[in-house]
């Protein structure tokens, strides 16, 4: 199986300014890889770091010491050094991120906030449509939403244009942060569907699912941050 990813000896801490530059440490010395085709469950208890680690393979939050390596285009980029505009690159064709929350841009309909990342990617406009409503009908969201802002969408409503979104573009390495956190059983049954087609096709997936029946359900395998926790001193 070929590699995506491999992760090397990262750490994090929090310097927070607003309290005299305390230190706050969160995990050290994570190792891991990730191939085509994985389905990893990204477990450990509240506050052990799960988001942050997901944050950190995405470039949101600095990281100050490993590396993180994912294949972008048969080439690796270090997502730890590498510059501004090859992340952005790396985000655009490999690394697809589902973040717990949908951040509403005022004004965008749901269409065009799930058509967006096809359209970075570089697909026509029209298939990128007929991709986008395919999407947001198989997630239950009603055409009478579609030229709607999601800004007034319910939790759940918002939770599955967000998936439409990362899931639109076949990225080959995905990042799923809680998908299903707020979904009822039919609408969770098809994400999970989404996930596993994802997964068959060879994308790497590295996914937090707060229910360990949908995890059981789709995972490979398990890797729990809480053994690398440090614990703080204050
Ligand atoms: N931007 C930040 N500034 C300071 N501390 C932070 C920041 N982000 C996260 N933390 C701290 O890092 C720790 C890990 O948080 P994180 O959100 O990664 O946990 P988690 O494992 O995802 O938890 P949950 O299961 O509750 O979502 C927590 O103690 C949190 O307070
Ligand atoms: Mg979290």
Known sequence: ????????NIAKSFTLHVQQGAVIPVFKNINMTM??????ALTGASGAG???FMRMVYANYVCHEGNIFVRHLNDWVDMVHAEPHTILNVRRHTLGYVSQFLRVIPRVSTLDVVMEPMKIFGIAAEEAQVKAEGLLARLNIPPALWSLSPLTFSGGEQQRVNIARGFATEYP???LDEPTASLDAENKAIVLDLI????DRGTAILGIFHDAAARD?????????SQYRVASDA
């Open 50 to 52: 799960k988001s942050t």
């Open 196 to 199: 596993t087609e994802a997964k």
């Open 173 to 175: 390495i995905m990042l």
């Open 217 to 225: 359900a789709i995972c490979t395998s398990e890797f729990d941050i």
């Open 35 to 40: 191939n085509a085709g994985d389905c990893i």
């Open 1 to 8: 199986m070929s590699e995506m990813m491999r992760v090397e």
